[in-house]
């Protein structure tokens, strides 16, 4: 069973980082991943924003959704490099983070994402590209 038929069958339990983050998985099917999490006060900055690292977890993880949505039997991704420009900030409420494959090669997948507030409107947070190797392996 690879990573995305463990997170079909098992929901947000099949990635300890989504239990400890409160991650809900919203899509993850045609090259794009979506994911939503709560903002909590324990997740936030001594300035009282959350903090910045979070934001691209987000990004790379709804990333790899959209990449696993689009593997063949067998392959893993590992992120390569990422690059997160923050727009604006959050202290509280629900994000959505929605990545999605720009192009998906023999070894490496090309990807964007975008983390909005989830309330009405989305405002854009922040945006994130990086590049992720392919391999082959047998997942845990």
Known sequence: MNYLERIRSMGRDANPFFCLMGI???QAAGGQGV???KVRPDMLNGEGWLQGGIFTALADEA???GIYSLTAPGEQVATIS???TFL???RDGTLLAT???VRKGKRVVFAEAEVRDGAAGGRLLSRSSAAFALR???PP
């Open 24 to 26: 809900e998985v919203e």
């Open 35 to 37: 994911i939503s999490m």
């Open 63 to 65: 990333m790899v959704l």
């Open 82 to 84: 990422e690059t997160t």
């Open 88 to 90: 604006g900030g959050a």
């Open 99 to 101: 990545g999605k494959v």
């Open 136 to 138: 082959s392996g047998h």
